[in-house]
């Protein structure tokens, strides 16, 4: 059984900063991950692929978070961090974490239960 466990989140000023984390555990399969990456579904504006990190290093960001959010990973530990720096108001969403993993198929998809970020106007 494989789960996604967030942290971090919370309420900042406009201007500020804010860490998410997210941590894989409960399977051996974890060790096998492909990519973890981030989605934020914001009120009264359609769900966003905000992030992404590949097993290699290479990283996608949102158009318009770049340059003001980073994504990095552990490997050793599977958990995964998103520093939010910058923050603006649009920023304020629930952001969900995931891990895609290879299967029989396809890649499986795994989500976290997501954490709430505020931005202060």
């Known amino acids: 059984q494989v789960r996604l466990d967030q942290s971090g989140g919370g309420s900042g000023p406009a201007g500020g900063s804010l860490t998410l984390s997210c941590s894989a555990t409960?399977?051996?399969?974890?060790?096998?991950?492909?990519?973890m990456g981030w989605d934020r579904q914001p009120i009264g504006r359609q769900r966003e692929s905000v992030a992404s990190?590949?097993?290699?290093?290479?990283?996608t960001y949102l158009d318009s978070v770049k340059g003001r959010f980073t994504i990095s990973r552990d490997g050793a530990t599977n958990t995964m961090y998103l520093q939010l720096n910058n923050l603006k108001p649009e920023d304020a969403a629930t952001y969900y974490c995931?891990?895609?993993?290879?299967?029989?198929?396809?890649?499986?998809?795994?989500w976290g239960k997501g954490t709430l970020v505020t931005v202060a106007s």
């Open positions: 990190i590949a097993s290699n290093g290479t990283t």
């Open positions: 995931y891990a895609k993993i290879p299967g029989v198929v396809h890649l499986m998809e795994y």
């Open positions: 409960g399977s051996e399969i974890i060790n096998n991950i492909q990519t």
